[in-house]
């Protein structure tokens, strides 16, 4: 067997050949012409795309996108870094990287960013204003462009003017959650002891069901109450085998807990009670009773769907909160605690002691997964969140304030910025482009480490989440293109971003409103993604 010194020298030297070897490539790569470098790149993503399929874990991901019911189920593989996978729950959150670079390029934060050369207005005007006129966009047309390093736009299509984002407004709920609360927030689902007098807590809850808790009248069975904090994430359903540290908080787990902490305390036979009273206002959407996304409730598991999907559409208990305390009863019980009745509305008293809790994944996460699969259920949540954090009612109205003034914080652009809700599925929702491209702007930037999950949770073009039936084999944004996808019925947007041509970072935002063609919208707005990419537009 090799000495280790050995085997050391020749790995080192190895490495030194191929850093040479490397820098001679992309010193050719930058002197070759536009047209030379494009088939060059689009050789390489071929490949790479390839070596990305063949690796990755294929999942099932569902039409998230604003009530849209035409299928974009297609396979997602995942890259590790897409939303699905997270590290361990008590490590800070850490940038990731894009999936696959374009050569000669780096990934966000590397020293070659800013390095490479700067697209101008003119170059990029060249490549996408033709495209800006494809027939299947409607005729509200915006666009913008900006550079990661330079911090500035450098191409622009009444990128000021407000119009309808669909599902990307998205973006502005991720940002404002993360600057509201911070990417390791989670939040709380607990069992607290209900026997006392509970007196008058809490806000208002959600209509018909809330009443005041506490003792049940009844001295001889004692009383607990499950208080909802508003995690989306919560499931009732067996764990997927994996780390725990990469789990949704589960039912199960806080059954076995509050199990456990009653025996301790000689008790065996309870009553039980829900509080959903961290929502106020109306909980049904204004798009009313609809597939793609639940009534709004500060308490319910695995987003109330009715079957045992995990994205996509489906159809929905119409009280979750209902149906989550009447989930966790059934765990109690085979848990040797007998349940007497069927649970009942509450306000868990003001100084209630704490049985038994469990969290969510990090906010970081939760935002990941929010923007893989287009999650409007995890939307309407994050935006209650930033409203709670904020002192406001947990309510559309008081949520859209909240992300209003936590982006205002962040002095982004805002003239005719409304957040009527928080998954889009509203058309009052009016965003420009320019606001879309700023958010990720400073999400892809360095100074903004808070803010990475935004883009680590991009669908990636031709691999995960809403964007993986939208590019077709050997694309040439397969793999380059990071973005969040919107759609209603005459609306289409997409907002991402790429490393172009010449290895420099760029965000983008096209939006169009008005389209008769939804396929055609959703292709034109590809090209032009595509085309940012491809690009060494100077």
């Known amino acids: 067997m090799p000495e280790t010194g050995s085997w050391q020298v020749r790995w080192q030297s190895a490495q030194r050949s191929a850093r040479a070897a490397g820098d001679a490539a992309l010193r050719r790569w930058r002197a070759a012409p536009r047209r030379t470098r494009q088939t060059w790149r689009l050789t390489a993503v071929s490949a790479a795309t390839g070596l990305a399929v063949a690796g990755g874990a294929v999942a099932v991901s569902g039409p998230w996108d604003a009530g849209q019911r035409t299928a974009e189920r297609a396979a997602a593989a995942g ?20 999936v696959l670079s374009a050569l000669g390029g780096s990934a966000p934060g590397g020293p070659g960013r800013a390095g ?19 027939p299947a966009l409607g005729p509200l047309r915006t666009a913008s462009v900006r550079d990661v390093a330079a911090g500035r736009e450098v191409f622009g299509v009444r990128a000021d003017e407000p119009a309808t984002p669909a599902s990307t407004v998205k973006l502005a709920v991720a940002v404002a959650a993360l600057s509201a609360l911070g990417p390791d927030h989670r939040i709380a689902t607990t069992v607290v002891d209900g026997t006392g007098k509970s007196g008058k807590s809490g806000k208002a809850g959600q209509a018909g069901e809330a009443r005041d808790g506490g003792d049940t009248g009844d001295t001889g069975k004692h009383s607990i109450i499950l208080v909802g904090g508003g995690d989306p994430t919560l499931t009732a359903r067996a764990p997927k085998p ?11 787990t806080l059954a076995e807990d509050t199990a456990r902490a009653l025996k301790q305390r000689g008790t065996t036979t309870v009553t039980l009670g829900y509080d959903a009273s961290a929502y106020s206002g109306p909980d049904q959407h204004p798009i009313g009773p609809n597939e793609n996304i639940a009534p709004v409730s500060a308490l319910m598991a695995d987003e109330a769907r009715l079957d045992d999907s995990e994205y996509g559409t489906a159809p929905r208990d119409a009280a979750p909160a209902v149906a989550a305390a009447r989930a966790f009863a059934g765990q109690l019980r085979e848990r040797g605690i007998t349940v007497d009745g069927d649970p009942a509305a509450a306000h868990a008293p003001r100084q209630a002691g704490e049985i038994a809790t469990v969290r969510s994944l990090p906010l970081a996460a939760l935002v990941e997964r929010m923007l893989t699969h287009s999650d409007n259920d995890i939307a309407e949540g994050l935006a209650r969140q930033t409203a709670i954090a904020a002192g406001k ?9 909240a992300v209003r003034d936590a982006l205002a914080a962040r002095h982004l652009p805002l003239t005719g910025a409304v957040f009527a809700d928080g ?5 009052d929702d009016r965003v420009s482009a320019g606001l879309l491209s700023r958010l990720l702007l400073d999400a892809s930037s360095d100074r903004h480490p808070e803010l990475r999950s935004v883009v680590t949770g991009l669908p990636v073009a031709g691999f995960t989440g809403t964007l993986s039936g939208r590019y077709p084999d050997k694309s040439s944004g397969a793999g380059t293109v990071r973005a969040k996808t919107g759609t209603l019925t005459g609306v289409n947007t997409l ?13 983008f935002a096209f939006m169009t409103s008005g389209t008769t063609d939804p396929q055609g919208a959703q292709k034109a707005l590809d090209t032009l993604a595509s085309a940012v990419a491809e690009c060494g537009c100077r």
Not at 119 to 133: F, M, R, Y
């Open 423 to 427: 998954s889009g599925l509203d058309r």
């Open 79 to 98: 890259s590790g870094s897409g939303g699905e996978r997270h590290g361990a729950s008590t490590d800070p959150v850490r940038s990731a990287p894009p």
């Open 393 to 401: 009612p947990a309510s559309f109205a008081g949520a859209g304030t």
């Open 116 to 134: 490479a050369p700067l697209p101008t207005g003119a170059g990029l005007a060249e490549v996408l204003a033709p495209l800006l006129k494809d």
């Open 495 to 507: 907002a991402g971003t790429v490393v172009d041509a010449d290895g420099r970072q760029l965000v």
């Open 242 to 252: 994996g780390p725990a540290a990469d789990r949704p908080a589960n039912l199960r």
